[in-house]
C-alpha cells in the first residue's frame, strides 16, 4: 500500500481503529487483510480525537514532545524498532514459534505521519476479530480456558527458552482456527528496553528471568480473575444497579467499559449498569446510556459539572429503583463485589474520606465522604436532591462547601452516613504510594485486602502504569515509580 493511499484512509476517518495505545494507534486496511501502525498526527494530539472515532485523552506533554521528535526518526521510531527487532527473531526463531508474530511487516513513510508499519492483520476463522487473552478466558467455558492455558504455558516456555526480549503478556490474543483449535497470536510487542539499565539487551539469563516472572504473574492474574460465580453464591439475589458518570472529552469510552468489566467479572447477582453521558459513542453492549440532565434551573456556573452527583438522588431519576451503587470511572475493581449491596443493606455507604497523614497529626479526621464510591436507596432519598435544589447557590459556594462531597455528606446528615470498611476502597494515592522520598526509589505497593482501587487527582490509572512525574518541582512528593501491577489490573479490566 501505498503512502498517499495511507495517509488518504488516515485522514478521511472510514478506518476502523483496531487498538491504541499511549504513543500509536492501529487502523484496519477496508478490503484488505492488513493494518496499519503510526504514532498520533500532530492534529490529534491537539484536538483529543481521530477524525470518526471517539475523543481519547489528552496525551502528557512529554509524549506528545516524543512522538513529534521520533515521527521521523528511523532509529529511535517504535515503528522502525519493531520491524527491525522481527526480523532479527524471524532470521533465529524456529517455524513454530514465529508463527506467533505477523507474517509481514513492511515499513511506509508517510508525509504528515513519519514511518508507519503495515502488517498482517489476525482474525478468526469466521473473520471475526481476535480478543486479547483475558478477554477471551473471562468469557471462555471450562474446556476453552484449559486449551487457552495449555497454549499459554507452551508460549512462555518457548519465548523464555528462545529470549525473546521485553516481551508483553497483555499483547497475547486468542485466535480461532478452522479446525477448532486455537492458537496464541503477538500483535504488538516491545523492542527495546524503557529501563534505565537496559541489561537484559545484554544478557539472554536475564531475559529468561524476566519473561518467567512476567508470565508467572500475569497467569495467576488472569486465572484468579475467573468469569464463573464462587462457590456458594447464586444468582437468586434481588437485581441492584451500577451508576457512573461521563462526560466531556477527558476520559474516553474505554474508561466506562473497563469499569463495566470489573463490575461484570465480579457481581455475581443480576444488575443493571447505567451510564449517564453526554456522548454515547464507544460505550459497549450492556452498558446502558442515559443522556445528561440539563443544568438546574438558577444554576449560573459551567454544565455539566460534579454537581450532577446530586441530581441522580431524585426519584426516577434514569428510572432508576432500589440499592444503586455509584463508581466515578477511574477506578479499578480487584475482587467480588457483592459485599457493597449486603453491607447495611437500605442505608446510605460512602467512603471516608482520605486525608494526608500529616493533616491528621493534630486534629480528627473531618466527618467528610468521598463520593468515588456511594451506595443508596434510589426511590427513597429525593429529600437530598430537594436540598441541594435549595440550597445550590451555597452548595458551589467554596467558602461554605470546599466540594460536592462535603455538601453531599451535610445533605445526607453525617448521622445517617455510614462510612464503608477502610480495606474496602482505598486511595492509589494514600495508600499504595511512598511518602517522599522513597516514592522515587520504590514502586507502588499493591493493596491486599482492597476491593476497589480509587484514583482522585493525579496520578490517574494510565499515569500510574506508566509513573508520574507531577506539574511542579515543588509536587515532588507526588511523583511515583511505574507500577506494572496497575498495568495488569488495568488492562484486564478491559471491554467484554
Excluded at 494530539?45 to 515521527?71: D, W, Y
Excluded at 523492542?191 to 508467572?216: H, W, Y
Excluded at 446502558?288 to 434551573?297: H, K, L
Aim: aromatic share 12%; charged share 25%; with cysteine.
Amino acid at each position: 500500500m501505498s503512502a498517499d493511499e495511507i495517509e488518504n484512509l488516515l485522514k478521511s476517518g472510514s478506518a476502523q481503529r483496531l487498538g491504541m495505545g499511549s504513543r500509536r494507534a492501529c487502523y484496519a486496511i477496508p478490503g484488505t487483510e492488513l493494518c496499519v501502525k503510526c504514532y498520533r498526527s500532530d492534529e490529534e494530539i491537539a484536538e483529543g480525537k481521530h477524525p470518526g472515532h471517539p475523543p481519547f485523552k489528552p496525551l502528557a506533554p512529554s509524549v506528545a514532545r516524543e512522538i513529534q521528535r521520533f515521527r521521523f526518526d528511523e532509529r529511535r521510531n517504535i515503528c522502525c524498532l519493531e520491524q527491525q527487532y522481527w526480523s532479527e527473531l524471524k532470521r533465529r526463531l524456529p517455524e513454530d514459534l514465529m508463527s506467533a508474530f505477523p507474517t509481514t511487516i513492511e515499513m511506509v513513510l508517510v508525509d504528515t505521519r513519519g514511518w508507519c508499519e503495515v502488517e498482517e492483520r489476525a482474525v478468526n476463522a469466521d473473520g471475526s476479530p481476535v480478543m486479547k487473552i483475558h478477554e477471551a478466558w473471562v468469557q471462555a467455558d471450562e474446556l476453552l480456558r484449559k486449551k487457552i492455558l495449555d497454549a499459554f504455558d507452551t508460549l512462555m516456555a518457548k519465548l523464555a527458552k528462545w529470549s525473546v526480549r521485553m516481551f508483553d503478556p497483555q499483547s497475547l490474543f486468542v485466535q480461532k482456527m478452522a479446525d477448532g483449535s486455537i492458537r496464541l497470536r503477538i500483535l504488538d510487542f516491545e523492542p527495546v528496553s524503557r529501563t534505565f539499565f537496559a541489561l537484559e539487551n545484554l544478557s539472554s539469563a536475564i531475559v529468561r528471568m524476566k519473561i518467567r516472572r512476567r508470565f508467572s504473574r500475569y497467569r495467576k492474574l488472569f486465572v484468579s480473575q475467573r468469569a464463573s460465580v464462587p462457590e456458594g453464591v447464586t444468582n437468586k439475589a434481588a437485581p441492584v444497579n451500577v451508576l457512573c458518570l461521563k462526560w466531556g472529552n477527558y476520559y474516553g469510552p474505554e474508561y466506562v467499559n473497563r469499569l463495566y468489566a470489573g463490575v461484570k467479572r465480579n457481581l455475581h447477582r443480576p444488575f443493571r449498569f447505567v451510564c449517564v453521558t453526554d456522548n454515547p459513542r464507544g460505550l459497549v453492549d450492556g452498558v446502558e446510556a442515559v443522556p445528561m440532565p440539563e443544568a438546574p434551573s438558577g444554576w449560573d456556573r459551567r454544565w455539566p459539572n460534579i454537581f450532577i452527583k446530586l441530581l441522580v438522588f431524585k426519584d426516577g431519576f434514569a428510572g432508576l429503583k432500589g440499592p444503586t451503587l455509584f463508581l466515578d470511572i477511574d477506578q479499578v475493581i480487584l475482587c467480588d463485589m457483592g459485599v457493597f449491596f449486603d453491607h447495611r443493606p437500605g442505608e446510605f455507604c460512602m467512603i471516608h474520606n482520605w486525608i494526608e497523614w500529616r493533616k491528621r497529626l493534630f486534629r480528627r479526621r473531618p466527618d467528610i465522604g468521598n463520593s468515588s464510591c456511594f451506595r443508596f436507596e434510589a426511590g427513597s432519598m429525593n429529600y437530598v436532591y430537594e436540598k441541594f435544589m435549595r440550597e445550590m447557590h451555597d452548595a458551589a459556594d467554596t467558602s461554605k462547601f470546599r466540594t460536592e462531597q462535603a455538601f453531599m455528606t451535610y445533605a445526607v446528615g453525617v448521622k445517617s452516613v455510614n462510612w464503608w470498611p477502610e480495606p474496602w476502597v482505598v486511595s492509589f494515592k494514600r495508600s499504595c504510594t511512598w511518602p517522599f522520598p522513597l516514592n522515587l526509589l520504590l514502586s507502588p505497593k499493591r493493596p491486599s485486602n482492597a476491593r476497589i482501587l480509587c484514583f482522585h487527582g493525579h496520578p490517574d490509572p494510565e499515569e500510574a502504569i506508566c509513573g508520574y512525574r507531577g506539574k511542579k518541582l515543588a509536587h515532588v512528593n507526588e511523583r511515583t515509580l511505574p507500577a506494572k501491577w496497575v498495568r495488569d489490573l488495568w488492562y484486564l479490566s478491559t471491554e467484554t
